[in-house]
């Protein structure tokens, strides 16, 4: 299944476990722009690429039924989004619903709005699926950026948790059919 994201020539597809290498390159290049602005936060000042538990973790998402890249033809693989079941970690949706698991984004400039166009096939999946209902949950420290590009994209705040020291927010948005 392919569709646009950003423009004509930003496709998505499923990922397979071979993307991996490209998705940890996306999380790789975030963490040091998140070190370069003094925001490490959200997931520490090592490459994703350099520590064997994030190797695997994004090797299996990689793999998993609900995994998709998005890709341009000139900067390659530019965006991931992940799928599935909610996280263990916040509290369970009382109807059905489908759960963004990951969605990453390139910093590259030719990449502007994948992640927002990743959300909307998110939508179309859910739709496709016959679920109103996503979720998503996010780090909600450093600046609160991340929360509020969720809100832009339609997101509303339902639940705030913490897993360790590690502050997050649980968004959601209803669709309409």
């Known amino acids: 299944m392919t569709e646009a994201v950003t423009d004509r020539t930003t496709s998505i597809r499923r990922a397979t476990p071979a993307d991996a290498e490209a998705v940890l390159?996306?999380?790789d290049d975030a963490i040091a722009w998140f070190v370069r602005i003094g925001n490490d936060g959200q997931w520490g000042r090592e490459p994703f690429s350099s520590q064997q538990r994030q190797v695997d973790r994004v090797t299996g998402w990689?793999?998993?039924p609900g995994a998709w890249?998005?890709?341009?033809?000139e900067a390659g693989v530019c965006g991931a989004l992940v799928l599935g079941e909610a996280t263990d970690y916040v509290p369970p949706a009382t109807e059905p619903e489908l759960y963004v698991k990951v969605l990453i984004g390139s910093r590259d400039p030719r990449a502007k709005g994948t992640g927002r166009g990743l959300l909307a096939f998110a939508d179309d999946q859910a739709l496709a699926a016959g679920v109103d209902l996503l979720r998503v949950d996010c780090y909600a420290g450093g600046t609160g950026d991340l929360v509020r590009f969720y809100e832009a994209?339609?997101?509303t705040r339902t639940d705030s948790f913490t897993v360790g020291a590690w502050p997050g927010q649980v968004l959601a948005r209803r669709l309409d059919r």
């Open 69 to 73: 890249v998005a890709e341009h033809p």
């Open 25 to 27: 390159q996306l999380f």
């Open 62 to 64: 990689c793999g998993e």
């Open 153 to 155: 994209c339609g997101y």
